[in-house]
Structures are given as structure tokens and as C-alpha cells.
């Protein structure tokens, strides 16, 4: 399976994927990082797993149709079969969630459905929830609505802020993003016609 990651920031999940890759224990190879900023830190990540690196700057376009044309083209010269999106913070277009209809991934800082969007860490302390985690899902044309395919919970303490509690779901979202990679590359995890499957049964 080939993989293109593609971020945004600090690539702690890139690097969680490329420690697990250099282990060989992804069951694919990341044949590239993208980013739409070109200071991430997580460029600097892959260059040094020497991966080959990419910079797509949003703001070099007019509009977000173009800057999602300028990505697929982008992409799709390392002629992915799986596209992960790990700390991507663009959204994208309708035409770019079916260019990559059943092979597109992305990681969410909340027990989804719930938190859709961004602050999520702050939105569960404000609700006085028990619990938060992240959730790895197949990515559809509704923002953070796609499938769920893993989820990880943690507590949330009374004394948490937003930071603390971010740095306990981070430490799950490294687990669980190599892991659920390593499921689509096995064949384990899979859409088709707008269902999730995992080992044949419905997500
Ligand atoms: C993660 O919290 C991820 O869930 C969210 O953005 C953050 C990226 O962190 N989508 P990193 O760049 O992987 O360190």
C-alpha cells in the first residue's frame, strides 16, 4: 500500500506512522508528506525518515477549489492507494473527498460524533465530561461525520486544562492511527458504497 500523509503543524502522528513504518509494522510504505504550510515542523519529520516532502501552500491560491486541484495533482503523482490525513487543518472539498472515496483517513481529537470541528479539548472540560479520546474515521463529505473505525477514551481529571488533557488523548491518537493504518493496508478496514467494515463487519 502506498500512503501520503498529509499535514499541517507538528506531525506527532506523522511521526508516529513513520516510527511504526521504520519498525515494519505499518504493512505499507509512505511514499510521501505534503503540507500546506511550508514551516511544519512535520516536514522536517519526514525529511529526516527520508521521506520525500512536498509543500502545497493554501495561501498561493485564489480560492479553495483551486488549492484542492493543486493537491490532487499533488498527490497523485505518488500514486497513492491511501491517503491520511494526520494534523490536516484544510478543509476540503466535495470533489476532493471523491477523488479519494474509500481510501481517505483522518484523525479527530473527540469521542465522535461528538466535538465535530475544532477546540475539542476545551469543549469537553466546558461540559464536565468523564471521558474524551480521539476517533480514526474514513473521511465522507460531511466534516468529521465519516465512519469511525477506532476510538481511544481517556479520563478527564478535575484539574485538566485544555493543554493536559490534549497531551493524555495525543499519547492514544499515536496508538491508535498506526494501528488503524495497518488495517486499511491488511485489508481489514475498507468503505465501499458508503459503508465501513471491519473483518467483514459493519463500523
Ligand atoms: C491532532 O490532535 C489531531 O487529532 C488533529 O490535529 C492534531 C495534529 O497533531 N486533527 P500532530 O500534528 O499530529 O502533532
Same mark, same amino acid.
Given at each position: ?5 498529509? #499535514? ?21 510504505? #509512505? ?46 503523482? =505518488? ?35 461528538? =466535538? ?32 469511525? #473505525? ?25 496508538? #491508535? =492511527? ?26
Amino acid at each position: 500500500t502506498r500512503i501520503v500523509v498529509l #499535514i499541517s503543524g507538528n506531525g506527532s502522528n506523522l511521526q508516529a506512522l513513520l516510527d511504526q513504518s521504520n519498525a515494519g509494522q505499518l504493512g505499507g510504505e #509512505i511514499v510521501a508528506v505534503i503540507s500546506n504550510k511550508a514551516d511544519a515542523h512535520g516536514v522536517a519529520r519526514a525529511k529526516a525518515a527520508g521521506v520525500a516532502t512536498q509543500v502545497v501552500a493554501n495561501v498561493d491560491y485564489a480560492d479553495r477549489a483551486t488549492f484542492d486541484t493543486a493537491l490532487i495533482q499533488a498527490i497523485d503523482e =505518488y500514486q497513492p492507494n491511501l491517503v491520511v490525513l494526520a494534523g490536516f487543518m484544510r478543509i476540503l472539498t466535495p470533489e476532493f473527498v471523491r477523488h479519494y472515496q474509500n481510501r481517505l483517513l483522518n484523525i479527530h481529537p473527540s469521542l465522535l460524533p461528538r =466535538y465535530q470541528g475544532l477546540h475539542t479539548h476545551q469543549k469537553a472540560i466546558d461540559a464536565a465530561d468523564a471521558e474524551h479520546g480521539c476517533s480514526v474515521h474514513f473521511v465522507t463529505e460531511e466534516l468529521d461525520g465519516g465512519p469511525v #473505525i477506532l476510538q481511544a477514551r481517556v479520563p478527564v481529571f478535575e484539574d485538566d486544562d485544555a493543554a493536559s488533557l490534549a497531551e493524555r488523548v495525543q499519547v492514544q491518537e499515536h496508538a #491508535i =492511527y498506526p494501528l488503524t493504518v495497518r488495517w486499511f493496508c491488511d485489508g481489514r478496514a475498507v468503505m465501499q458504497q458508503g459503508k465501513a467494515y471491519l473483518d467483514g463487519a459493519l463500523l
